[in-house]
């Protein structure tokens, strides 16, 4: 193997790693801030009075059994 393939190999793999790490880092902030804001959001239910907190746990779980069968049917 030439000089300029060794380097052309050796380029071209620190910029697929360079490549898996950004996109690693990337999924890492994403997940991180999904968590944070499942926590907020449950944090925000958790502080209502216990009425509005069934009101509006029975509300999500209307909305989501709606999403499950439009996404099934």
């Given at each position: 193997m030439s000089?300029?393939?060794r380097i052309l190999?050796?380029?071209?793999?620190?910029?697929?790693a360079a490549g898996i790490v950004f996109a690693v880092v990337k999924l890492r902030?994403?997940?991180e801030l999904a968590l944070?804001?499942?926590s907020d959001i449950e944090a925000q239910i958790d502080a209502l009075d216990p009425v509005t907190r069934a009101a509006v746990v029975a509300?999500?779980?209307?909305d989501a059994a709606k999403d499950v069968k439009a996404r099934s049917g």
């Open positions: 000089q300029a393939g190999k050796v380029v071209l793999l620190a910029g697929t902030r994403t997940r944070q804001t499942v509300k999500l779980s209307a």
